[in-house]
């Protein structure tokens, strides 16, 4: 006799396998005028454009790596942003890149999640709502590829960060590990 109960759906592990295999077309709907996106896995980014996402993450975190106890390992961060998993979405304007998101489907805590690794804007291109669109774009493509969940780590005292994840986008906080 078979019991009765939940049906059971793809493990999440299933999911993440299914999510990594797809390509799915990145919605433009949420960019402020002028702006365009690209989507990249891992193995189509030129080596100029890692160095160039490294910088930006080195620019704007550095110091608040090097104040926590983590430290700043420009190594570690590399081999992260050129994993082979990694995804990326490419903001540009006029030619030139604007910003970037990098993230990776994953399990965390047994659950299938879209990780966001980095989020960035060029200053030029800040307070135009472009973090906004880069965030609310990939909770899009999260959604296409049947993932339910996006994460990220951010540092409690990146005020503009924080305000943009809690007050804009209302994430909410899931564990709150302040490392010192
Ligand atoms: C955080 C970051 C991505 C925001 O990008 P952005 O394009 O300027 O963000 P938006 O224009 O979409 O702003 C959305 C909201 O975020 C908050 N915000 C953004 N910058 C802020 C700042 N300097 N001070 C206070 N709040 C800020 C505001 O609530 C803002 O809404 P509002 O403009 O209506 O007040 C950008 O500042 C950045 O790249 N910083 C360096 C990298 C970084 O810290 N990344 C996050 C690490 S996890």
Known sequence: MRRRGRRRGPSARALVERARSLDIEIPTGYLPDGYSLQGMRSSEVP?????????CVRDALQPMYTSSSMGWNEETKRNELTASAQQ????????????????????????AVLYVYELYVAKTSRRSGLGVA????????ARAAGIPKIMLTTFVDNAPAMRLYRDKLRYVNQFLRVIL
């Open 47 to 55: 080596s100029e454009l890692v160095d160039w996402m490294l910088s």
């Open 88 to 111: 990326f979405i490419i903001a540009k304007i006029n030619g030139a890149n604007a910003g970037f998101v990098s993230y990776m489907y994953d399990l965390e805590n047994r659950e």
């Open 134 to 141: 880069l965030m609310r774009t990939t909770e899009d493509v």
